[in-house]
């Protein structure tokens, strides 16, 4: 299972980044593809996650600045997507792309580290004053 995450760098605050995550080793129809982040000083932590069905969920903080969406597979490789919008200085950290295995109807999007099975690696994003 391989999970690479792309697109972060430098912004200046108000700007915008569109952060991409390429899956392959699965059939992530069947998982939430979600997105955490790791900001200097603290816990890693959710950002967003969405479904196949295109259902989503936000953390409060970035709701009405990110929207994430997925693309349709092709081949076996799925992408997922992190549009960032209105960015702050205190966004500025780390990103990683996850994947949590769906094993039950009905079961919930998961919106902490230890409910997700695979990880990327993290891309930085870095926004200036």
């Known amino acids: 299972v391989q999970l690479q995450a792309s697109g972060g760098g430098l912004v200046q605050a108000g700007g915008s980044l569109s952060l991409s995550c390429a899956a392959s080793g699965r059939i992530f129809s069947s998982y939430t593809m979600g997105w955490f982040r790791q900001t200097p000083g603290k816990e890693r932590e959710f950002v967003a996650a969405?479904?196949?069905?295109?259902?989503?969920?936000?953390?409060d903080f970035v709701k009405g600045r990110f929207i994430i969406s997925r693309d349709n597979a092709r081949g076996t490789v799925y992408r997922w997507f992190l549009q960032m919008n209105s960015l702050k200085t205190e966004d500025t950290g780390v990103h990683f792309c996850?994947?949590?295995?769906?094993?039950?109807?009905?079961?919930?999007?998961?919106?902490?580290?230890?409910?997700?099975?695979?990880w990327g690696q993290g891309t930085l994003v870095t926004v200036s004053s």
């Open positions: 996850a994947a949590e295995r769906i094993s039950a109807i009905g079961q919930p999007m998961g919106i902490t580290p230890e409910k997700y099975d695979y």
């Open positions: 969405t479904r196949w069905s295109g259902s989503a969920k936000y953390a």
